[in-house]
């Protein structure tokens, strides 16, 4: 067999170490490149997990930033509501303050406006009041002295003793006007409803007027009714017609003089017409105030017509001036027939 081995494959043990040789320093060489190529993949995969890394730590750090940025303008947001919130109840407070602080300014203007208003009146009562009451005391006094003498025939000295009598009816109504007026201001009037005739209270009221009047105007009264009752204060209802009817004869020195009453429904209607000077259109709205008088050189303490609506106005009904009217003055005012209660 050795010899068929020799024979057959003849080897030469040289080349067959050169070949095994170059084997090795192949698969050496193979082993550095692929030890080579292994280290340049871990450098780059290192690479790549640093380059990552960094790249995660940039992005937590910017997230940090954003958070920390978040927070800044959360307070920025928080604390600009909060302004906000303090501005808009700054503003609500100086408003309600200002609106406050405006209607005292108004409540004071207002208490000033009456005050000076009361000191006018005052004023006013006090001029009016010395005026009227020296007129009648002055004819009262002198009057009365003449009468004292021995020598007057008797027609004089009834005729003083008539202009007495006058003088003294003048002072007793502007005592009893004072009076109601000092009564009205402190709520004390009283009334006395009773069942009344109107018709009978219009009669004997003209009647009485008509004798005592000063001018030469007819005083008459005219109605379609034979009677009317009414649930009334006789002696209020009285007072008011006679206050009507004299200051009509004040102004009236010639013509009429006319108390009307007509029943409208459930209501009555009275009116006193006169044809003397009239009332200015810019005094009608001022007629029924205090201490108001068409003519202040007129007799008279400018509150018979302010009485006048207390009284009708307590009763239930209301007055006015005919605004249509022009021919002298009409005043109108109406009373309910059936008694309803008294105004406060």
Not at 58 to 65: F, H, R
Not at 190 to 201: G, N
Request: net charge negative.
């Amino acid at each position: 067999m050795s010899a068929f081995w020799t024979t057959a494959l003849p080897i030469d043990v040289e080349q067959y170490k050169d070949s095994v040789d170059e084997a090795k320093a192949d698969c050496d060489a193979y082993r550095k490149i692929n030890a080579n190529r292994d280290s340049v993949s871990v450098q780059s995969y290192r690479a790549k997990v640093n380059k990552e890394r960094n790249a995660n730590m940039v992005a937590q750090e910017q997230l940090s930033i954003n958070e920390e940025k978040s927070m800044i303008m959360a307070y920025y947001i928080t604390g600009l509501v909060v302004v906000l919130i303090l501005l808009g109840v700054g503003i609500v407070v100086s408003r309600k303050y200002n609106r406050r602080l405006k209607k005292m300014r108004e409540e004071l203007n207002e208490a000033r406006k009456v005050a000076e208003n009361s000191m006018h009146l005052k004023s006013l009562f006090l001029s009016n009041m010395s005026h009227e009451i020296r007129t009648p005391l002055n004819a009262l006094a002198g009057f009365s002295a003449i009468l004292a003498e021995d020598n007057l025939d008797n027609e004089t000295r009834q005729q003083f003793e008539a202009i007495i009598h006058q003088n003294s009816d003048l002072l007793l109504k502007l005592i009893n006007d004072v009076v109601d007026f000092s009564r009205q201001q402190n709520g004390e009037m009283q009334f006395k409803i009773e069942e009344q005739d109107a018709v009978e209270i219009c009669r004997n009221v003209v009647e009485t007027v008509d004798k005592v009047k000063r001018t030469a105007a007819e005083i008459r009264f005219e109605s379609d009714l034979d009677s009317l009752t009414l649930s009334t204060d006789k002696a209020r209802l009285q007072q008011m017609l006679i206050n009507l009817l004299v200051n009509a004869n004040k102004f009236t020195e010639k013509g009429s003089i006319v108390l009307t009453l007509k029943k409208d429904g459930n209501v009555a209607q009275f009116s006193v017409t006169d044809t003397g000077c009239g009332i200015a259109p810019e005094k009608r709205e001022k007629i029924f105030d205090r201490f108001e008088k068409l003519d202040e050189n007129a007799q008279g303490t400018g509150l018979g017509l302010s009485i006048c609506q207390l009284i009708i106005e307590h009763l239930g009904g209301k007055i006015w001036v005919d605004p249509d009217y022009n021919d002298g003055a009409r005043f109108c005012f109406t009373h309910p027939i059936e008694r309803k209660e008294a105004k406060a």
